[in-house]
């Protein structure tokens, strides 16, 4: 297994090469408190938005203080190609941050929050705030606990126009549509792209609207299903963007 992750943002170090660092607040108490690592242990410092670079611990102070030495040089790591955005419906409860936390793991690079017509959850005022930040820091930490270095961008809630205009200007766009008798085809043989951005829209439990549908379709969309089962919107993203990843082969 690769070392932990912890953030540090920004990377104070100049050259982060032979200095030290201190982790402190709520990562050094993670370190300290939580993973309980030792003077010796390999760790791993990063930004969050793809640079990092390889340190040991010298020190693991009181509860809350990791003292980080050996610093090699930074690195940065390349951006992903093709991209995988899910547009993700808003579910219910504590769902959509369960969403957030498996297409983090799986490897998605960016979360489009989405007021469905259908959605019976409704991100209005300071509610909906607090559950885009909820949305945020679960996408932080599954980063962390993932072993990533460039966490996946969790945009601000959009309406069903702005999914549309998402649509029409990436290099593949699709949306999951379990209606068999629309005529949408398998998203396991749908030509990929080598490059840009693919968008894949996650409806809702009461699934796409028609009217949604057919804007989307008007965007450039194709209607796809995963397969002969219908899961939940919850889980819907994760494993498509599973399927992507590995027939891009960004898994390989």
């Known amino acids: 297994m690769t070392a932990p992750v912890f ?3 920004p990377l104070v170090v100049p050259d982060f090469s032979g200095g ?8 050094g108490r993670h370190a300290v408190s939580v993973k309980r690592l030792q003077p010796g ?6 930004d969050g938005r793809g640079r990092w670079g390889e340190g040991v611990v010298r020190a693991a102070e009181g509860k809350d203080r990791l003292v980080v030495t050996g610093l090699g040089p930074l690195h940065e790591e390349p951006l992903p190609q093709p991209r995988v955005t899910v547009v993700q419906a808003l579910p219910k409860g504590d769902r959509g941050e369960v969403a957030v936390e498996t ?3 799986v490897g998605v690079d960016a979360v489009v929050p989405w007021q469905a017509a259908r959605c019976i959850t409704q991100w209005k005022g300071e509610r909906g705030l607090k559950s885009l930040a909820k949305w945020r820091a679960t996408a932080r930490e599954a980063g962390k606990q993932s072993r990533r270095v460039r966490f996946p961008e969790i945009a601000d809630a959009a309406t069903t126009r702005q999914v549309a205009a998402l649509l029409a200007g990436a290099a593949l766009a699709v949306v999951l549509h379990s209606d068999f008798e629309h005529g949408s085809e398998p998203l396991a043989t749908v030509p990929l792209p080598a490059e ?3 968008v894949l829209v996650v409806g809702p439990e009461g699934g796409v609207a028609r009217d ?8 450039g969309a194709r209607a796809c299903t995963l397969g002969p089962t219908v899961m939940r919107t ?3 993203g ?4 599973a399927l992507l990843l590995g027939r891009t082969g960004r898994w390989s």
């Open 7 to 9: 953030v540090l943002d």
């Open 238 to 241: 994760t494993a498509a963007t």
């Open 212 to 219: 949604e549908l057919a804007l989307f379709e008007e965007a």
């Open 196 to 198: 840009g951005e693919i």
């Open 20 to 27: 030290e660092v201190v982790l402190d607040g709520p990562e």
């Open 41 to 46: 242990e390999d760790v791993i410092l990063t």
């Open 103 to 105: 297409m983090t793991e």
């Open 234 to 236: 919850s889980t819907a």
